[in-house]
């Protein structure tokens, strides 16, 4: 009866410290994607996730037949849109184990994340977007700086996370193009008009003037106008739906995203080019686009046509 008293004690020793291994698994992979600027909500999601997943199973060296089974417990309980999430970010958190102790390997890889088809996409078309640029003039509460970065936003269809990690030498001023780095780390390129050149050259000569106020040196494009620090993505997302607020319509930097890609398209501009300039990895992702359009076309005959 001593022996097994005093032996359990050891085991509870043993599993308290493979559950420390694999938290601090955890911390540098939760650090990883704090190092690429994910959104906190996107690191507070992935951590979750992560986390139950270790509690649930005690280990990350889980038989395959268990995987095919919670993978499916996962399918019978989530909507679609959030089983992609969970097995994309299970997915890429193997990834980094895998590469830090080849031992571990990813019982995810054959779980290809294919995101579901969007069933809607809300977008603002040119007309619009041309009455919102007037209300911004002539509106007294909503800044230049704001007037900016919704401009910057509908000419590159750039997301607030890529905006944050953009520094001066992404800029080629010459061409008017960005190098342009996805949450995934690839990068492609975009370019913007004659238009916004101005008003680029304006904010560089008030970043110049902050940082030398503040005796700093970076080069992140985007700052703080408080701290002079590199901006944060959601600092950029509350100046878009700031803008919308005070307009009284619905508006998000993912809004004039799509926005940009609707104004492509209809002015002709090849579907291929434009997943190239938004950084999609697949065309079937562009194409939603397409059929927001068809749908556009839909609504205006059956609301104009005699017999629509």
């Known amino acids: 009866m001593l022996f097994q008293f005093d032996d359990k004690p050891i085991i509870r020793y043993d599993i308290i410290n493979t559950e420390v291994i694999y938290i601090q698994e955890l911390e540098k992979y939760i650090r990883l994607l704090q190092s690429k600027s994910r959104a906190e909500s996107t690191i507070a999601q992935s951590k979750?996730?992560?986390?139950?997943?270790?509690q649930r199973f005690g280990s990350l060296e889980v038989p395959q037949k268990e995987i095919y089974l919670y993978y499916n417990e996962l399918e019978?309980?989530?909507?679609?849109?959030?089983?992609?999430?969970?097995?994309?970010?299970?997915?890429?958190?193997?990834?980094f184990v895998s590469s830090e102790n080849p031992h571990i390997k990813n019982p995810f890889a054959?779980?290809?994340?294919?995101?579901?088809?969007?069933?809607?996409?809300?977008?603002?078309?040119?007309?619009?977007?041309?009455?919102?640029y007037v209300q911004m003039l002539e509106s007294n509460r909503i800044s230049a700086y704001?007037?900016?970065?919704?401009?910057?936003?509908?000419?590159?269809?750039?997301?607030?996370?890529?905006m944050q990690r953009l520094v001066l030498s992404d800029f080629d001023f010459m061409a008017r193009g960005?190098?342009?780095?996805?949450?995934?780390?690839?990068?492609?390129?975009?370019?913007?008009?004659?238009?916004?050149?101005?008003?680029?050259?304006n904010h560089l000569e008030s970043r110049q003037q902050l940082l030398e106020k503040q005796h700093l040196y970076h080069s992140y494009f985007f700052v703080d106008w408080q701290t002079g620090y590199m901006i944060d993505g959601n600092m950029i997302y509350q100046?878009?739906?700031?803008i919308g607020e005070e307009l009284g319509i619905k508006l998000k930097p993912s809004i004039l995203r799509h926005s940009f890609a609707i104004a492509l398209l209809e002015n002709g501009?090849?579907?291929?080019?434009?997943?190239?300039?938004?950084?999609?990895?697949?065309?079937?992702?562009?194409?939603?686009?397409?059929?927001?359009?068809?749908?556009?076309?839909?609504?205006?005959?059956?609301?104009?046509?005699?017999r629509g």
């Open 76 to 95: 019978k309980n989530l909507a679609k849109s959030t089983l992609y999430t969970y097995r994309k970010t299970l997915r890429h958190f193997y990834h």
């Open 48 to 54: 979750r996730i992560i986390r139950n997943y270790i």
């Open 178 to 201: 960005i190098v342009v780095t996805s949450n995934n780390g690839e990068q492609h390129y975009t370019f913007y008009s004659k238009s916004l050149e101005s008003l680029l050259l």
């Open 110 to 132: 054959r779980f290809k994340p294919r995101a579901p088809a969007r069933k809607f996409v809300r977008v603002l078309y040119e007309k619009e977007i041309d009455q919102i």
């Open 146 to 162: 704001q007037c900016f970065l919704f401009d910057f936003i509908y000419e590159t269809g750039m997301k607030p996370s890529e």
């Open 239 to 242: 100046v878009i739906t700031a």
């Open 269 to 306: 501009c090849d579907i291929r080019y434009i997943q190239t300039l938004l950084g999609h990895v697949s065309i079937s992702t562009t194409q939603i686009y397409e059929q927001v359009e068809i749908q556009s076309k839909q609504n205006t005959i059956q609301k104009y046509h005699p």
